[in-house]
């Protein structure tokens, strides 16, 4: 089992950055591979970016791909978001989420837990 926390959404400009974080319970934290997703207003949820257990290999939707980076620290399991150059279109909801898998990372049921989200709005 895996309950999972996020934190760091807010109300930015245009241009700006936030970094969000998403702290994990459990001893196997390590053995997951992570992913962000995100959840606009009257939208279904979208693939942000995921990252394997080892940190080696990570993963971006083109809409984030150059802006966006994730990272995680197993030690503090803990994974990060930094997303940078922010447009109005970013705004969502942001969720991490845990699966067991390598590959499909792109959908949402592949995931196996969930947080409860943060807030991101992007102002212009």
């Known amino acids: 089992q895996v309950q999972l926390v996020e934190s760091g959404g807010g109300l930015v400009q245009a241009g700006g950055s936030l970094r969000l974080s998403c702290a994990a319970s459990g001893r196997t934290f390590s053995s997951y591979t992570m992913g962000w997703f995100r959840q606009a207003s009257g939208k279904e949820r979208e693939f942000v970016a995921a990252i394997t257990w080892s940190g080696g290999s990570t993963y971006y939707a083109d809409s984030v791909k150059g802006r966006f980076a994730m990272t995680r620290d197993n030690a503090k399991n803990t994974v990060y978001l930094r997303m940078n150059s922010l447009k109005p279109e970013d705004t969502a909801v942001y969720y991490c989420?845990?699966?067991?898998?390598?590959?499909?990372?792109?959908?949402?049921?592949?995931?196996?837990?969930w947080g409860q989200g943060t807030q991101v709005t992007v102002s212009s």
């Open positions: 989420a845990a699966t067991r898998l390598q590959v499909g990372l792109t959908a949402t049921v592949h995931y196996d837990y």
